[in-house]
């Protein structure tokens, strides 16, 4: 693991966003919170440093679904996914770079996710299911 590896969390319950930034943050990540989609594509939009997003699928002004769209919408934003959810029903969208875990999880199951994560998304990595559209910014 890379200490320099940043990290947002997009999730509106704010004891379920202090945990997951302390347990990044024990493990070594930067970690950054955002309690909203809005907040989320803001500070994506500005900041290209995150080397992950970990987001919630239920947030106060939208889903996990549109924080994906979003990123679809610029050009080069290959930031990876790891989407948490008590109640995803759904397949996923068939891309790289996009993990779901179902709550509860615990401190090692979600690092385990990351990291599996960050490494088939690493730049060298990254292959995107040609059926799907890669995140990238316009």
Request: charged residues 15%; aromatic residues 6%; proline residues 7%.
């Amino acid at each position: 693991m890379n200490p320099t590896k940043s990290i947002l969390v997009v999730e509106s319950d704010p004891v379920v966003q202090g945990w997951l930034c302390h347990v990044l943050r024990a493990s070594g990540f930067s970690a950054s919170a955002a309690d909203s989609l809005k907040q989320a594509l803001t500070r994506l939009g500005t900041d290209t440093s995150f080397a992950a997003v970990i987001c919630d699928y239920c947030l106060p002004d939208g889903t996990c679904l549109d924080l994906l769209a979003g990123l679809r919408g610029y050009r080069g934003t290959r930031v990876p996914v790891l989407l948490t959810s008590g109640s995803w029903l759904q397949p996923l969208p068939g891309e790289a770079g996009l993990e779901l875990l179902a709550k509860p999880f615990d401190a090692s199951q979600m690092l385990a996710a990351l990291n599996r994560l960050l490494l088939v998304s690493a730049p060298n990595n990254f292959a995107v299911n040609d059926s799907a559209p890669a995140l990238r910014r316009d």
